[in-house]
C-alpha cells in the first residue's frame, strides 16, 4: 500500500490495498496479468509501484531452497526481482542455521507482475513477498497445512490485542532478520504484533520498519527498496522517524479504526505506467 504515511489516517476503504486474504473489488476479477503463463524475456526491469506496475524479465523463486519453501505454486505467484530472490534465501539461511524447519514463503508477483484477481492490491512489481510465522518441519507439511483454504494459524489473540501463545522466538528472529536486512524498505504486520514487540524489545530501532496493517497475524508482507539500477521503480515514500511505537500504533486499537468501512462506490482503478503496456502482448 503506497498512501500509508501515518501522518495520515488509514481510510478503511484503502484497506484492501496490501495482502489481506479477502477478495479484491469486482473490478479487478479477471485481471488480465493473471493469463499471462511465464515472464517476458530480456532483462528485469521493475516498473511503478507495488500497488500498481509490472515486471519485466522477472525469475522464478524455486520450488524449495535451503530452509525455505514455496507454497501454493499453483497460483503461480512466484515471480520477483532477483533482489527478492536473494532475500528469501538469506531468510531461509537464517532459518536453516537455527533448526531442521522451513519457512513457508507465500506469493510474490505473477509472472510479469500487474493485478491480481484476488487476495492482494500489491505485489504488483516484483518486490513483494508474503512469509507465513508458522515454519514446517518439512517440505510436504507445508504443502499439506496449505493444501486447502484454511491459512496456517494467526500469532494474535482472537480478541486482536496481544501476541497468542505460538509466538515465540522464532518468529522474533525471522521478523527481525528481514528488518534488519538491508533490501527491506518496509515490513506490514498486525497491528498487535507490532505492539506486543514494542513492549518486549530493549532495542527497538529495528521495530520502525514494521508497519500496522490488519490481516497480517499469520504472515508478514515484506517489500523491498527499488533495486540498484531499477531507474523505473517508483520508491514509497519514506516511514517516519522514529519506531512506531507511540500514539500511531495506539490509534490502530481504538473504535474510529475498528468500525466497518463505508464504501461510497467502485473505486476507479489507477492508470498503469505505459511501460507495462508491451509486457501483456509481448513475449
Ligand atoms: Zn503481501
Known amino acids: 500500500m503506497n498512501r500509508h504515511p501515518l501522518s495520515t489516517r488509514p481510510l478503511a476503504t484503502l484497506l484492501l490495498a496490501t495482502c489481506i ?3 479484491v473489488p469486482a473490478v479487478a476479477q479477471g485481471s488480465p496479468w493473471a493469463q499471462v503463463k511465464a515472464p517476458s524475456a530480456g532483462p528485469t526491469a521493475v516498473i511503478g509501484e507495488a500497488s500498481n506496475g509490472c515486471i519485466a524479465g522477472a525469475q522464478s523463486l524455486p520450488a524449495e531452497g535451503d530452509g525455505y519453501v514455496s507454497i501454493r505454486r499453483h497460483r503461480n505467484r512466484h515471480y520477483g526481482h532477483p533482489e527478492l530472490l536473494r532475500l528469501v534465501e538469506a531468510l531461509g539461511h537464517s532459518m536453516a542455521r537455527r533448526g531442521n524447519r522451513l519457512l513457508m514463503i507465500g506469493d510474490l508477483s505473477q509472472p510479469r507482475g500487474g493485478l491480481m484477481s484476488s487476495s492482494h492490491r500489491s505485489h504488483q512489481n516484483g518486490i513483494d513477498v508474503d512469509v507465513w510465522f508458522k515454519l514446517a ?31 515465540g522466538e522464532d518468529q522474533r528472529v525471522l521478523i ?3 528488518a534488519d536486512d538491508p533490501r527491506v524498505d518496509r515490513i506490514f504486520v498486525n497491528p498487535a504484533i507490532k505492539r506486543g514487540l514494542c513492549g518486549r524489545e530493549q532495542d527497538k530501532a529495528w ?3 514494521l508497519r500496522p496493517w490488519f490481516g497480517h497475524d499469520a504472515h508478514f508482507h515484506v517489500r523491498l527498496r527499488c533495486p540498484p539500477g531499477a531507474t ?44 507495462c503496456r508491451p509486457l501483456l502482448s509481448g513475449n
Open 137 to 167: 518441519t518439512s517440505a510436504g507439511a507445508a504443502h499439506r497445512e496449505t493444501s486447502g483454504a484454511a491459512d496456517p494459524p494467526s500469532m494474535v489473540t482472537p480478541d486482536g490485542e496481544g501476541l497468542s501463545p505460538l509466538w
Open 176 to 178: 527481525k532478520a528481514a
Open 207 to 209: 521495530l520502525r520498519k
Open 232 to 275: 523505473q521503480c517508483e520508491q514509497q515514500a519514506p516511514i517516519p522517524a522514529g519506531d512506531g511505537c507511540g500514539r500511531d500504533l495506539d490509534w490502530w486499537f481504538s473504535a474510529e479504526a475498528r468500525k466497518p468501512a463505508k464504501r461510497s462506490g467502485p473505486r476507479a482503478e489507477p492508470i498503469m505506467p505505459a511501460a
Open 21 to 23: 486474504a479477502t477478495p
